[in-house]
């Protein structure tokens, strides 16, 4: 007589076989950018290399590698253009770096923007509205300020914008530990979970996202919004300006362009709640989405499939059982194939793939970890104060219907 599977046992099975399909979709969308769409591109910046483009980038604090990664902004092939550096306290250590960067390229338009006003409980955006003010050119490019990029940074998230239905343009990135052991696991977290779910998003068809690594528009694109002011009381600032263009009826382009980002955190403490941070983002974005996000955290699964395979055939009383056994073996064998794949497409070196091999179920595991914490609680810590994360959530959509209204004028 066959005995049926538990409840656990049909869980255990289908969790195993759903992460292990993701497993393989996220390790072949690694590489989607077409040759087309770059051909494209690199003839759309030709006709755009003459307009003008402002960058802003909002600083708070000198932090490790930040003279760096500003200068990668100065070496850029594009004609025309203007850095503005914004502060908002006049003895932030970010203004001595500034100071050293404008003298080293007195040639470039580089402003220091030191400014205190406080417009709304995003302070990142307050200082984008201070900064704002001093743009002068038609394009506009907002950069985090841990990232560096290639010289021909700015021509290419420039050049989609020459196509009057495309609104916003956004980058992906690549994340590099600085300075130890956690920081080796917060790159894990950027270039084997975030980037690869982005690209499976993207691969469906999903145009939902906008990235503070960079997002490129036009400047009249910038106030038909109602300029940054309709971001000045949401936390995930950079989701909704995208959200708020694609409102007007534009287009979101993901650039061909990976750019680079720093991971800093110290010690445990500061990683987990910086990416419990994200993944509480999501969830006020999107609760379905953060919901399903189970099925990405592979490891976990990986060894209960396995498991569940090794006791289903030491027992295997009946066909059902056995048949079973096989099936989560074989889904836990092609799932780890796969995870190993796409940690080697995102490591991009043959050294950091070795050494990083080991921290892949650890990163897994805490990041299943993670999201079951983010489930709970109603508040972020955001560069030292407490966010409430409704804020990414309602309370932007209130902002949109508000900048909506800016734009028709009502």
Request: positive net charge.
């Amino acid at each position: 007589m066959a005995h049926a599977l538990t409840f656990c046992q049909w869980v255990l099975l289908a969790g195993c076989a759903a992460a292990s399909l993701y497993a393989m979709l996220a390790a072949v969308a690694m590489p989607f950018f077409s040759t087309r769409a770059a051909g494209a591109a690199r003839q759309s910046a030709h006709s755009f290399a003459d307009v003008g483009v402002s960058v802003l980038k909002p600083l708070c604090g000198a932090e490790p590698r930040l003279y760096e990664n500003l200068r990668t902004f100065c070496d850029q092939r594009h004609g025309r253009f203007q850095l503005v550096l914004g502060v908002s306290t006049p003895d932030d250590a970010a203004i001595p770096v500034v100071r050293r960067l404008q003298a080293a390229y007195p040639w470039h338009d580089i402003e220091l923007a030191v400014d205190t006003r406080v417009h709304g409980s995003n302070l990142k955006v307050s200082n984008l509205i201070n900064m704002a003010e001093r743009a002068r050119h038609e394009v506009i490019v907002i950069a985090d300020s841990d990232i560096a990029v290639d010289p021909d940074y700015l021509d290419t998230v420039a050049a989609p914008l020459a196509d009057r239905t495309i609104g916003i343009v956004t980058c992906l990135y690549v994340a590099k530990g600085v300075g130890g052991f956690w920081p080796r696991i917060g790159a894990l977290f950027i270039n084997e979970w975030f980037a690869p779910s982005v690209r499976v998003a993207h691969a469906a068809g999903s145009r939902r996202f906008g990235f503070g690594a960079t997002l490129a528009l036009r400047r009249t694109t910038l106030a038909r919004i109602g300029g940054f002011d309709a971001l000045k009381n949401c936390l995930a600032d950079d989701y909704w300006l995208a959200e708020h263009v694609r409102a007007l009826g534009l287009r979101t382009v993901l650039s061909r362009v990976i750019v680079a980002t720093d991971v800093i955190e110290p010690d445990f403490s500061a990683l987990w709640q910086r990416e419990t941070r994200w993944l509480r983002t999501i969830r006020s974005l999107n609760p379905l989405g953060f919901a399903f996000l189970f099925v990405t955290f592979t490891s976990p699964w990986l060894l209960a499939g396995a498991w569940l395979a090794g006791n289903l055939s030491a027992g295997a009383p009946d066909d059902l059982h056995r048949w079973t056994a096989y099936a989560s073996a074989a889904s836990a064998a092609a799932g780890c194939a796969a995870r190993v794949l796409l940690h080697a497409r995102a490591a991009r070196h043959r050294r950091t793939f070795w050494v990083d091999l080991p921290l892949v179920p650890l990163r897994d595991t805490l990041l299943a970890l993670q999201w079951f914490a983010s489930a709970f609680g109603s508040h972020v810590v955001w560069r030292g104060a407490r966010v409430p994360v409704s804020s990414a959530g309602a309370g932007a959509e209130r902002a949109a219907m508000d900048a909506m209204e800016i734009s028709d004028g009502g």
